[in-house]
């Protein structure tokens, strides 16, 4: 986005560059009727990352969420790329079944990473935590997103598909890099070569759905161009 975003009233700054945390959240938290919820599946989150450090420490408010949501039965997808949700595992197996953690992992390579999500655990450190997930009995998922085409994509994507299917997750997802917001200025401006458009997004999801057959994965690839 390049207009500013206003939330509560306030004017937040750029998309992606603030962080605000409602005064009474605690509040809204313990008032929410989640009973109304049951046996439905919510995502937490849409907007943003759940498990961000400042989000996290030291009010652990998405466990809190948690806490107060599962006991009335309501299902839950986790969709990160922190490995934060470690510290709420034992949470995770109380309520087995009713939680999904999903975990954003679009490359194997690290190096890679560090210049695309710099702000990141590294991809190898999100996969072991799938497989320690997965150990421990919670079911778990991967979005592979963004999929960015630049010299050696495929033998990274092919590469990506075999570690996960050593894992077994549950769902696989993808999608390529959407030219939304600031997303191409600060990767060209991070020296990364991209390449955007219908035709990309055509061959990257073909690649990716046959990947899901060759491996024996669930999972789809989501078009941006139809």
Excluded: C
Aim: glycine letters at 8%.
């Amino acid at each position: 986005m390049n207009r500013r975003s206003a939330y509560y009233g306030l004017r937040l700054g750029e998309w992606g560059e603030y962080f605000h945390v409602p005064e009474n959240l605690g509040m809204l938290i313990r008032s929410t009727p989640w009973w109304r919820w049951r046996g439905a599946r919510l995502l937490m989150s849409s907007m943003h990352d759940p498990y961000l450090p400042e989000l996290y420490w030291p009010r652990r408010w998405p466990r809190r969420v948690l806490e107060a949501a599962l006991p009335h039965g309501v299902r839950f997808t986790v969709l990160t790329r922190s490995v934060l949700p470690m510290q709420d595992f034992d949470l995770y197996m109380r309520y087995r079944g009713q939680v999904l953690l999903m975990s954003s992992i679009p490359t194997l390579d690290d190096g890679f990473a560090r210049v695309t999500e710099p702000r990141a655990p590294p991809p190898s450190a999100r996969l072991s935590m799938l497989r320690r997930a997965k150990e421990l009995g919670i079911e778990v998922g991967v979005v592979v997103a963004p999929i960015i085409m630049r010299p050696g994509w495929r033998e990274d994507l092919e590469r990506l598909f075999e570690a996960l299917a050593e894992v077994g997750p549950r769902v696989v997802f993808g999608e390529v890099l959407h030219a939304r917001g600031l997303n191409l200025t600060r990767l060209i401006k991070a020296g990364v070569s991209v390449a955007v458009g219908p035709s990309v997004d055509r061959e990257v999801g073909r690649v990716f759905e046959r990947l899901l057959r060759e491996f024996g994965l669930r999972g789809a690839y989501w078009y941006e161009f139809t």
